[in-house]
């Protein structure tokens, strides 16, 4: 069975990718996920925030935001939380490099254009095959408007592309008005390949000491729908690589992406939830699955069920919500409301006329 697939124009020996994580902060963490069968590895990511204090002296970290509210200031880790520096980061790279056979993809988190972008160069002269720019970005000023929100990830590509050839994938949020219009503009901009979706970590409330916290929660399969739906739509339609990241916990989810156009699936919370033998688990998941559907390849199932290929394209529309909704039965309702026939309800529509 042949389980290749191209990344990023990066030939990888199946699609199943580890996504950045705690364990690629040491040379054994990254030697482990390769061990393990990962076909790609991402990098843990290098803030802005690390950069420009490490580069400029700036503090950054505790004067970003203020100008919005003082409660601000406690989102931000200190300076001496950050345990890699820049040039740690490199250093771990060109060790990653030599000792792997796997490609190793880094990672840049970040803002703004600016110096920091720079580093994107030195990631690839380091031995990086790929540079993945997570772009995590909440606008609490409610004065900024959603085209410039957009225009700071346009700008953030733009500065990258300038400065380097090699393949980038670009890590987005699915808080656009616009997702297909938006995954265009990136490509234009430079972007090779597009990341499905990043996980926005958004604090909690502490009820007892009346404070706002950090809080993450790992994945769960519940969370593929969204990246599921895009992929999907957006298969076939832009000319990068999509990748797909959340909600991967077994076979199941890595066939539903590759079969919606993913070219790569990554996964992280599976497996600081199961260990790194679980990349295995995954692997042989996919191709039982495979296997019982008489699929030889990869590439032959890859988009088969996107958008442009099902019968009934509408069923990533507006006519699939009425559907769910109008078709749903609850044990507590006696008698469920007939369900619509869309397609008669759109002719009758004097929307339609």
């Not at 700071?152 to 808080?175: N, Q």
């Not at 290929?309 to 699939?320: C, H, L, Y």
Request: include cysteine; hydrophobic fraction near 40%.
């Amino acid at each position: 069975m042949d389980m290749k697939t191209t990344y990023l124009g990066l030939q990888l020996k199946h699609p199943i990718v580890a996504s950045a994580s705690p364990m690629s902060r040491t040379l054994d963490g990254i030697r482990r996920l390769e061990d393990a069968g990962a076909s790609a590895i991402v990098m843990f990511s290098l803030f802005e925030e690390q950069i420009r204090y490490e580069n400029e002296a700036l503090d950054y970290l505790t004067e970003a935001g203020t100008e919005t509210f003082a409660e601000s200031l406690t989102y931000f880790p200190s300076v001496e939380e950050y345990r890699v520096g820049p040039d740690s980061y490199l250093e771990l790279i060109r060790a990653a490099s030599a000792a792997c056979d796997v490609p190793i993809i880094a990672s840049l988190n970040g803002v703004t254009k600016s110096g920091w972008t720079s580093y994107a160069r030195e990631m690839i002269d380091a031995g990086a095959k790929a540079i993945e720019l997570n772009i995590y970005y909440i606008p609490a000023d409610i004065s900024v408007s959603g085209r410039e929100v957009e225009q700071r990830y346009i700008d953030v590509v733009e500065e990258v592309r300038a400065s380097i050839k090699a393949p980038i994938a670009v890590k987005l949020s699915p808080f656009f008005s616009s997702m297909g219009e938006m995954a265009n503009r990136l490509v234009k901009a430079g972007a090779d390949g597009l990341v499905l979706f990043n996980r926005f970590y958004q604090p909690d409330f502490d009820l007892d000491e009346l404070e706002v916290v950090p809080d993450m929660e790992l994945s769960t399969a519940s969370e593929i729908r969204l990246p599921l739906l895009w992929i999907a739509v957006l298969h076939g339609r832009i000319k990068a690589s999509l990748a797909a990241t959340r909600g991967v916990q077994s076979g199941t989810e890595v066939v539903k992406y590759l079969m919606a156009g993913a070219d790569a699936v990554m996964t992280t919370s599976a497996l600081l939830r199961n260990g790194v033998s679980h990349l295995g688990t995954l692997l042989e998941g996919t191709r039982i699955w495979m296997e019982k559907r008489g699929y030889s390849s990869v590439e032959q199932m890859k988009g088969s069920m996107s958008q442009k290929k099902v019968a009934d394209p509408t069923a990533f529309e507006r006519a699939n919500y009425i559907k769910i909704l109008q078709g749903y039965k609850s044990p507590f309702i006696a008698a469920p409301m007939r369900p619509v026939d869309v397609d008669s309800f759109y002719e009758e529509s004097p929307l339609r006329r």
